[in-house]
C-alpha cells in the first residue's frame, strides 16, 4: 500500500441511516405517487476525499413503508449540511468538495427524517505526486480531447494529437511534454501552459472552454506540470477496476436517479469518479444519463444499459423502466414454447399487455414472407384459413421450411454477409454463382450451422473444386478476415483493435493481432485460371508465420478472441492450420459467442429487431433487452446441434411471433419487448419478386435465365435500379445494416411513375390483361387481386371501391386501364409493401 | 508558435457536436420521417446562422484524368519533351497563364481561380477517383462502391434541396463512379440524369411513363388515398409515415412545375442554348445552371475520358474547345445572373499526366501534380494557387491533396466537416476529418 493513502486510510465512521420517529406525521413524501418515505439512507458508507480536488457524489434514497425505494439526490426539499464547514462542503444534489484535511459528517434532512455519513479528507496540500496515466489522462478522456473528431484522430488536430481515448499513456506524454518542442506544457508558470490556455479558451481553441481556471481538472493537471511533468507517480497505484451504482434498479418512467462511479485501486483504495467517468445509454428513448451520471426515465418501456467509462475501465448498470399504468388483466397465451414463458415473463414485468393473435391470413402472409421471401399461393392460404385443424399453424411452417424457397431466400440473406460477388470482374463470375450454389444447398439439407462456418472457415484448395473458398475470395485481406469472422460469427465488432484498444470493450491489439495469426499463414499460388488462384496454408510454426501488429512491430501467436493460444498440432506441419482450431472451438460449450450471435441474428430476421442491437454487436456494454431469451435460445441453438430449420421453427411457431400488429392502448410506442409483431417494408428483392408475383410478370434480368426471381439473384452484379433505390446491398460490409430498410424520394418516384411499373401492368399476358378480357367476373377478380396482394379478401367498402372505379372505365371502354388502376393502387398500398 | 486560427468557429463547434451525436445515433436504426424532418430543421438551423444556407455547387469531373500541363498548368519554359504541343497564353489576371487551348477561360480569368499545387499519391483510376470524389482514397483497389459517402451526397443528407419540389443531388450524363451515398443510406445517392441533355434526357421517373397522362395519375392518386388505409400505428418506426411524406414529395416533383422547367432545357433562348455550345458538356453546364437556379443543391457532370495515354494532344484539340467554351459559358452565365455568390464551380478529374510526353504521344497516370479550376461560391477569384516544379511534375511547396478542396467546397456549403456518421460497422465517421479549406481561396 502506498505511502500516501496509508495516511488517508484511517477510515472510520459508518452512514446511519435515522427512521422516522412519527412515520405517521412525517412529511409526506410522494414520488410517482408511492407512499411516504419512512426512512433515508446514505450511499456510500464512507467517503474517503483525497486531495484538494477530492469530490465525491453521494445518494440519497428513502424507502417507505411498503419497502420502496425513491431516489432523493436531487429532491429540492432535502437539505444537506456539513458538520465542520472548514473541512468539505455539500452542495444541493449531495456533492461532496473537500476543503481542508480531517473528518467531518454531512447529513441530509427531510422533515423529521434525516441520515449521516462520515467524510473524512487527506492530503490537501496535495503533496502527493498525480500520476499521469490515472488521473491527468481520464481529464481528457472525459472533456472529449482524444476522441476521434478531435486530438484523438490519427492525424491528431492542428498538429497536437492525443491516443485514442487515452488507452496509450505513454503516447500521450510524449505528445505533451515533448512534441511541438515541448510548447505545450511550460513547468516555470505551470497555469500558463499552453495546454491550460487552450483547455479554458484563454488563447482560441477549436475546441472551446473544455474547463474553468482553478476548476479540479485544471488544477490537477497544473499541479502534474508543476511537479516536473513525472510520467507517473513514484508508487502508482493501478486501477483495477470500477463500480457503478446501483447496479439494477426499477424506475418509474419520467423519474431521475443519481449513479455513483467508485474506482477501485491495486492498493484497496476505493475513490468516488463520478465526476470524472464517461457515460453512455444503450436506449436513449428509454433513459439518458448525463455527464454528472444523473439517470432520466424517459417515456419509453424496457430494460437500458448505462455505461460507465473510466481508465478504460467499463461497468454497466441497468435500468429497468416499466409502463406504470393501470391496465386491464391479461393472461398468457397458452403455450409450450420456452420463448413464451420469457416473453411474456417480460412483458409481465413491464407491465405491458401484449397485442392478441394475428389473423390467420395475416399469419400465412407474415410466415411466408419471412420463412420463403414469396407472398403466399391465394389458394394454400385460402385452404389455410379455411383448415379447423388445431396445429395448422405449426404445420402451414413445416411447409413453407420444405419448400425451395427456403433455402433461396436465406442464402439472399448469407450471400450478402458473406460478400458474395462478382466484383469489376477481377474475380471470376463462375465462382459467384458456384459459391452461391454452395450456400443455397447447405441451407437446403440444412447443414448444422457449426459445420457451414467451418466449411467456410477451413477452405482450401482450387476454387474449381471447392467453391466455398468464395468466401476467402472475397475477404481477401487479413484484416477482413479477422473482422468478419469476428463480426459475422461471433457478433463481435473487433475493427477497433486493429489500431487502437476498443474503446467500450476488452479486445485489444494483442487479441486483434492473435486472433489476426489463425490467418496469417494463408496463400496462394496460380491454378492455370486467374481469377481462382489455389488457396492453402502455408507450412510455418515459426513465429515468422504470425500476424504482426504494425504499429509496434510485436508478433503474436494464434489465439482464439478471450480464449486460448492455439499449439501448433503436433502431427505433421505439413496439416498443421490454427483455422481448425478455430472452426473446432466455434461449437464447444465454453464458446460464449457463438451461437447467441446466430440465434440474435435469425431472432432479428423474423421480429425485424434483435434481442441484441445491432444484431452483431454482442458486448458487455451492450446487453440483450431479454438476456433470459437470448440465452436459452443460444442453448437451445447449441442443444440441437445447431439446427438453423429447428430454431426457425421454434421462433415462428411461438405465440410471440403470432401477436398482430396492431397496437392496443399501451404498447403502440414498443419497440423493444415485442409487445407485437413490428411490420417491415419488404425488401428489395423480395418487393420487386412480390410485385412480378402479382402482377403475373417475369423481371428480364440480364445474364441470368429467364424466369429468375430477384431473391435467386447470386449477387449484385446483376443490374437493377429497381432493386438498388430499395436498398439492395452492395455486399460490401459484413452487417446486414448495409441493406437499407429507410424510405427514400427515389423509391416513391420508382413506385408511383416509373416506366418499370407501367410496362409490367400494362404488359402482355398479365393478369389484367385475363381480368380485361372477362367482363362479367369484376367482383371476383377484385376479390383475386385482395388475395394476391394482400393474402385476404377485400372488405365490403373495399369492394365498392374497386367497383365503381371498374364501372367508370367500362363506361369510358378503358377497362383494362380499370384494372392496371387498381393493381398499381394495391402495389403502391402500405399494406402490400410492408410485412405486418 | 500560439496557434490563433479557428477561434471564430467557436460557436458553432459546441452547437454542432452535439448534433451530429445525435444523427450518428439515428442512422444506426434507420431514419424514420421524424428524423427527416428534425436533420432538415438542423441543417436549416446550421445554414441559418449565416454562411452556405442557399449556397449550391456545380462539379465537373474529368474522369481518366485530364492532363494539367496542357490544361491549366501549361510550362512553356519546360523542354519540349515536357511542355507537350502547346503555348501558354496571357488572361486577363496579370502572370496567370492558361493553355492557348482555353482562350475564352483566359478572357475571364479575374473570374476563376486554379488551383495547381493538388496531388496525392495513387495512380489507380478507381482509388484517385473515390479520393477526389469523397476526400478518401479507396481502400481496395477492385472496389466498385462508395466506402465513404461522396461529397454530393453528403450535401444532400446535411442540406437537402435549396427549394422544395427539386431532388437535392443530380447526378448528369448518367451514372457516375464514387457518387454515392454509401452509409448514409440510398435517400442520398444522387438522381441520376441518363444519356445527353441535348435529347431531352431527364432524370428517372420524373416524366410520366408512356401511356400516363395527368388525369389518369390524379385518378390513381384518389383511388390511392381511399384504398391505401392500413393502420399506420402499426409502425412505431415510422417507415410507413416516410413514405407517405416521400410520396407526397414525389407527387409534387412529378406534377408540379419546378422540377419539370428545371430539367426543359428548351425553355432557355436559342441565343443562350448557343453560347454554351452545341455540345455535351455545354448543354450539360446549361442544365445544370437551371437547377442550381431552381434550388438544386449540388450537380456533378461527368464528362469525357480523359485518359489519353496515347495522342493526349489531338484528343485535348477535339475536347478542350467544347470544355473551354462550357465553362466560360456558365462562368460568365452565373455572373449575368447574380449567382455567382451562391454558386461555385469545380472541375478536376482523379489525378493529372505525366509531365513527360510518351512514346505514342500521350502522358500516363500522375498523381504527383494535378490542377483544379474553381469559380464563385464567394472564394477568392482571380489567382492560380500554387504552382508546380518547372516540368510540373509536384507542388513546388505546401501542396494540397482533394481532401483540401473538398474541405474548401464544404465551407462553401456551410457544412460542418466534423459532423459524423455511423457507418456499417458501428464506427463514427467524421463528413471529412483531414485537409482544411485552401486558405488562398477562403482566406
Known sequence: ?836 | MLEIKGGRNETRARATRRSFMRVGALTLGGLTLADVLRLRADGAEEAGRGAGSDTAVIQIVLGGGPSHIDTYDPKPDAPREFRGEFAAIPTNTPGVYLSEMMPRQAKIMDKLAVVRSLRHTTSDHNAGMHWVMTGFPATDPGQSANTRPSVGSIAAKLRGANAPGLPPYVSLNGAQQFANASYLGPGSNPFEVAGDPRAAAKPRNIELPGGLTFDRVEDRRALLSKLDRIERARDAGGVMEGMDHFTREAYAMITGPAARRAFDLTQEQARVRARYGDSRVGQSCLLARRLVEAGVTFVTIREGNWDHHAQVFQNCRRMLPELDAAVASLVEDLHERGLAERVMLLVWGEFGRTPRVNGTSGRDHWPGAMSALVAGGGLNMGRAVGATTRKGEYPVDHPLGPEDMLQTVYHVLGIDPRRQFFNEAGRPMAVLNVGRPIDDLTG
Request: proline share 6%.
Open chain 1, 1 to 836: 500500500m502506498s505511502r500516501w493513502l496509508r495516511a488517508a486510510c484511517i477510515l472510520v465512521g459508518t452512514s446511519s441511516a435515522f427512521a422516522a420517529e412519527d412515520v405517521g406525521s412525517g412529511v409526506g413524501v410522494r414520488a410517482g405517487g408511492s407512499p411516504r418515505v419512512s426512512a433515508l439512507s446514505i450511499d456510500p458508507g464512507r467517503v474517503l476525499l483525497r486531495g484538494s480536488d477530492g469530490r465525491a457524489q453521494l445518494v440519497l434514497t428513502g424507502t417507505t413503508a411498503l419497502g420502496e425505494e425513491v431516489d432523493l439526490t436531487r429532491d429540492a426539499r432535502v437539505r444537506w449540511s456539513v458538520r465542520d464547514v472548514a473541512i468539505a462542503k455539500v452542495a444541493a444534489g449531495g456533492r461532496v468538495d473537500a476543503s481542508a484535511d480531517g473528518s467531518t459528517v454531512v447529513e441530509a434532512r427531510l422533515g423529521e427524517l434525516s441520515a449521516r455519513v462520515e467524510v473524512r479528507c487527506a492530503d490537501h496540500e496535495d503533496a502527493r505526486v498525480v500520476d499521469f496515466a490515472t488521473e491527468v489522462v481520464p481529464i481528457f478522456t472525459k472533456l472529449g480531447c482524444n476522441a476521434g473528431a478531435c486530438h484523438g484522430k490519427a492525424s491528431g488536430q492542428n498538429g497536437f494529437r492525443l491516443s485514442l481515448l487515452g488507452f496509450d499513456a505513454g503516447f500521450d506524454l510524449e505528445s505533451l511534454t515533448r512534441d511541438g518542442r515541448g510548447r505545450r506544457v511550460f513547468p516555470a508558470a505551470p497555469a500558463s501552459s499552453l495546454v491550460l490556455l487552450k483547455a479554458t479558451a484563454r488563447v482560441p481553441h477549436g475546441g472551446g472552454k473544455r474547463f474553468e481556471v482553478g476548476s479540479p481538472s485544471f488544477r490537477t493537471i497544473e499541479r502534474w506540470v508543476a511537479q516536473g511533468l513525472r510520467p507517473s507517480s513514484p508508487t502508482p497505484a493501478r486501477l483495477e477496476r470500477i463500480e457503478v451504482t446501483p447496479l439494477d434498479r426499477v424506475m418509474p418512467r419520467r423519474s431521475g436517479r443519481q449513479l455513483r462511479v467508485t474506482a477501485h485501486y491495486s492498493d484497496g483504495a476505493a475513490l468516488d469518479v463520478t465526476h470524472l467517468a464517461q457515460y453512455q445509454s444503450n436506449a436513449e428513448d428509454l433513459a439518458t444519463i448525463d455527464d454528472e451520471a444523473r439517470v432520466e426515465a424517459r417515456d419509453g418501456v424496457g430494460t437500458a444499459a448505462l455505461t460507465a467509462r473510466f481508465g478504460g475501465e467499463v461497468a454497466v448498470a441497468r435500468v429497468t423502466v416499466p409502463l406504470g399504468e393501470r391496465v386491464p388483466d391479461w393472461t398468457e397465451p397458452a403455450s409450450d414454447n420456452p420463448i413464451d414463458r420469457l416473453i411474456f415473463k417480460r412483458l409481465r414485468t413491464l407491465g405491458l399487455p401484449p397485442s392478441g393473435p394475428c389473423t390467420d391470413d395475416e399469419f400465412a402472409r407474415r410466415s411466408s414472407l419471412d420463412l420463403r421471401g414469396v407472398l403466399p399461393d391465394p389458394d394454400q392460404a385460402a385452404a389455410f384459413v379455411a383448415s379447423t385443424d388445431p396445429d395448422k399453424r405449426a404445420r402451414w411452417v413445416e411447409e413453407q421450411l420444405e419448400s425451395p424457397e427456403y433455402a433461396e431466400f436465406f442464402a439472399l440473406k448469407w450471400s450478402a454477409i458473406l460478400k458474395n460477388k462478382r466484383g469489376l470482374g477481377q474475380l471470376s463470375q463462375a465462382g459467384t454463382f458456384a459459391f452461391h450454389d454452395w450456400v443455397v444447398q447447405s441451407i437446403a439439407e440444412n447443414k448444422p450451422y457449426d459445420r457451414f462456418v467451418a466449411e467456410i472457415l477451413t477452405a482450401q484448395g482450387d476454387p474449381a473444386e471447392n467453391p466455398v473458398l468464395g468466401w476467402y475470395r472475397q475477404v481477401s485481406t487479413l484484416e477482413e478476415r479477422v473482422d468478419d469472422t469476428a463480426q459475422l460469427f461471433l457478433g463481435l465488432r473487433v475493427q477497433c483493435a486493429r489500431c487502437h484498444h476498443h474503446p467500450y470493450e476488452r479486445w485489444s491489439t494483442s487479441d486483434y493481432y492473435g486472433f489476426a495469426s489463425i490467418f496469417s499463414r494463408m496463400t496462394s499460388k496460380a491454378s492455370g485460371r486467374p481469377l481462382d488462384p489455389i488457396v492453402y496454408v502455408r507450412a510455418d510454426v515459426s513465429t515468422a508465420g504470425y500476424a504482426r501488429d504494425p504499429l509496434t512491430g510485436v508478433a503474436y501467436p494464434p489465439k482464439l478472441l478471450g480464449g486460448e493460444v492455439i499449439a501448433a498440432s503436433g502431427a505433421s506441419r505439413r496439416t498443421d492450420d490454427p483455422r481448425r482450431a478455430l472452426a473446432a472451438w466455434l461449437g464447444r460449450p465454453d464458446n460464449p459467442f457463438f451461437a447467441p450471435a446466430l440465434v440474435n441474428r435469425y431472432w432479428k430476421h423474423f421480429f425485424g429487431r434483435g434481442l441484441v442491437e445491432p444484431e452483431d454487436d454482442l458486448r458487455v456494454t451492450n446487453p440483450a433487452s431479454n438476456p433470459e431469451l437470448l440465452a436459452f435460445l443460444a442453448r437451445d441453438f447449441a442443444a440441437s446441434g445447431f439446427d438453423l430449420k429447428a430454431l426457425a421453427r421454434r421462433i415462428a411457431t411461438s405465440r410471440a411471433y403470432d401477436r398482430s400488429s396492431l397496437p392496443n392502448a399501451w404498447n403502440g410506442g414498443d419497440r423493444r419487448n415485442f409487445a407485437r409483431y413490428y411490420p417491415r417494408r419488404l425488401s428489395a428483392e423480395v418487393l420487386l419478386d412480390a410485385i412480378n408475383q402479382v402482377v403475373g410478370s417475369r423481371e428480364p434480368f440480364n445474364g441470368v435465365p429467364r424466369g429468375f426471381r430477384a431473391a435467386q439473384l447470386p449477387d449484385d452484379g446483376v443490374a437493377s435500379y429497381f432493386l438498388d433505390v430499395f436498398g439492395r446491398p452492395k455486399r460490401q460490409s459484413v452487417c446486414e445494416c448495409e441493406r437499407n430498410p429507410e424510405a427514400n424520394l427515389a423509391q416513391s418516384l420508382m413506385l408511383l411513375n416509373s416506366p418499370e411499373i407501367q410496362n409490367k401492368l400494362a404488359g402482355p399476358n398479365t393478369r389484367v390483361e385475363r381480368w380485361a378480357r372477362d367482363p362479367a367476373g369484376a367482383a371476383a377478380h377484385v376479390d383475386e387481386l385482395y388475395r394476391l396482394c394482400c393474402a385476404r379478401p377485400p372488405s365490403a367498402r373495399e369492394r365498392d371501391v374497386c367497383l365503381e372505379h371498374l364501372e367508370r372505365k367500362r363506361a369510358a371502354k378503358q377497362i383494362k386501364q380499370g384494372y392496371e388502376d387498381l393493381m398499381w393502387v394495391l402495389i403502391n398500398s402500405k399494406e402490400f409493401m410492408f410485412n405486418h
